[in-house]
Nanobody, 115 residues
Framework: QVQLVESGGGLVQPGGSLRLSCAAS????????MRWYRQTPGKEREFVAH???????QYGESAKGRFTISRDNAKNTVYLQMNSLKPEDTAAYYC?????????WGQGTQVTVSS
């Protein structure tokens, strides 16, 4: 059973930073690409960042230049370092992996950017 558990969200002031973590279990973690998405109420889930099993990264437009995705295969964990946060980054952030024909999601971690 694949499980993804996100952590690290919270309240931060504009311009601040947060680091999100997503711990994976029940899978050969190092073999799979991992992704971060985010969602605000009433909107579709938005792609944030991707890291391949080879470490190659891709970012959504909103994340470019401010967010960095990384992974630690020894800890089965993917990270999202978020800098220069803006109020529009406020959302629930979700970790995702696709294994075969199935997509797995964590429960999400809330990020609120407000003064």
């Amino acid at each position: 059973q694949v499980q993804l558990v996100e952590s690290g969200g919270g309240l931060v002031q504009p311009g601040g930073s947060l680091r999100l973590s997503c711990a994976a279990s029940g899978m050969m973690y190092s073999r799979y690409a991992m992704r971060w998405y985010r969602q605000t109420p009433g909107k579709e889930r938005e792609f944030v960042a991707h890291i391949g099993s080879d470490g190659i990264t891709q970012y959504g437009e909103s994340a470019k230049g401010r967010f960095t995705i990384s992974r630690d295969n020894a800890k089965n964990t993917v990270y999202l370092q978020m800098n220069s946060l803006k109020p529009e980054d406020t959302a629930a952030y979700y970790c995702n992996v696709i294994r075969g024909s199935l997509a797995y999601w964590g429960q999400g971690t809330q990020v609120t950017v407000s003064s």
